[in-house]
């Protein structure tokens, strides 16, 4: 059966009327948008069956293990797209979260068996030597979800993670009522992702900015792990009775979120978090969440496929970066 406008738009993350207009050649969408549009169309087979190129390429991503309900959600984006792209050959290598020497050695194992190399990157020593030995060896190398600065890499695909702060700051500031001093808490899986730094870093300064009446009494890491989120959650309330705000900054919401509820705080804390799950989706519900700050894993997963293969290729690549997007229980999207 033909792959329809909807299954194009839910592929390429836009509109169907972005798509009708794309197909039927219409004005009002950018290149970039078309390109995409188009790229998806032929891959899920619109326009019929193409030939098959004779150019394969070895493409291999390296993604933490764990409970962390998005990295599974990219981790089966990525499997999806490339298994839709006859030219790509894909493996993924799932290595513990935390330990960059593990990390290190996994990259050092794809020299010379891999042409591509898509990472959620720890900012250590050895990941940057074991990417700059990578890159020597004429490896494309590709950051996803959390960078690594001055060190030879292709590109990075994710958000802005300082803005993300910051706009938690906001939110969760103007949630709460201003002039009275009120205790806050963060939670972050590990400061080893510069990802996680750097929202702390903005969630630091936009309180500091415009709203000094919020404390940050504790931050708490918990290794991206549901079970320690919850047991750090609950020990933070127990500390702290008139705790009014939460940002937690990496994965682990059900944890913190079942921690507020079994608590009786959902209506007196708010909680805001990162990446729109089935978990998280639950607590939006519930209440015990607030907000949800979401990046699209499906467009994360296609724009690092993208930036590898193009680079492969040695073919010039458009960056369309994945946008910020607030969630509330009132506009949940499908998943």
């Keep these: 059966m033909r792959s329809t406008l909807f299954d194009?738009?839910?592929?390429s993350g836009v509109s169907t009327a972005t798509v009708d207009r794309v197909l039927n050649n219409r004005s009002g969408v950018s290149?970039?948008?078309?390109s995409i549009v188009m790229e998806t169309a032929r891959r899920l087979g619109y326009f019929g069956a193409n030939e098959a190129s004779s150019e394969r390429i070895q493409l291999d991503f390296v993604l933490p293990q764990g409970t962390n309900s998005f990295i599974k959600t990219l981790k089966a984006q990525i499997e999806r797209?490339?298994?839709?792209?006859?030219i790509i050959d894909c493996r993924i290598h799932e290595v513990e979260g935390f330990n960059p020497i593990t990390?290190?050695?996994?990259l050092m194992g794809l020299r010379g068996a891999s042409q591509g190399v898509g990472l959620i990157a720890l900012d250590h020593p050895a990941v940057r030597e074991a990417m700059r030995m990578l890159a020597d060896a004429g490896v494309a190398v590709v950051t996803l979800v959390s960078d690594i600065l001055h060190v030879p890499r292709?590109?990075?695909?994710?958000?802005?993670n300082r803005a993300a702060g910051r706009l938690a700051g906001y939110l969760l500031?103007?949630?709460?009522?201003?002039?009275?001093?009120?205790k806050v808490a963060l939670f972050a899986g590990s400061l080893s992702y510069r990802g996680h730094e750097e929202r702390e870093m903005g969630f630091r300064h936009i309180l500091s900015e415009e709203f000094s009446h919020l404390d940050i009494v504790e931050l708490r890491e918990v290794r991206d792990d549901r079970q320690r989120a919850y047991e750090e959650a609950v020990a933070l309330l127990a500390r702290h009775p008139d705790l009014v705000g939460i940002y937690n900054i990496g994965a682990g919401n059900a944890g913190i979120g079942q921690a507020i509820a079994e608590a009786g705080r959902a209506k007196s804390i708010?909680?805001?978090?990162?990446?729109?799950?089935?978990?998280?989706?639950?607590?939006?519900l519930s209440g015990a969440m607030d907000a949800v700050i979401d990046q699209n894993?499906?467009?994360e997963a296609r724009e690092a496929i993208a930036m590898l293969s193009h680079a492969v290729l040695g073919k010039r690549f458009d960056y369309h970066a994945p946008r910020l997007q607030v969630v509330f229980r009132e506009n949940i999207p499908e998943l």
């Design 81 to 86: 797209q490339c298994a839709a792209q006859e």
């Design 103 to 106: 990390l290190a050695e996994t």
């Design 173 to 182: 500031g103007r949630f709460l009522p201003p002039g009275e001093n009120r």
């Design 31 to 34: 290149e970039r948008t078309r």
């Design 297 to 299: 894993p499906r467009v």
């Design 270 to 284: 708010i909680f805001i978090g990162h990446e729109l799950t089935e978990s998280s989706k639950l607590l939006l």
């Design 8 to 11: 194009i738009a839910r592929e």
């Design 154 to 160: 292709t590109g990075y695909v994710g958000i802005d």
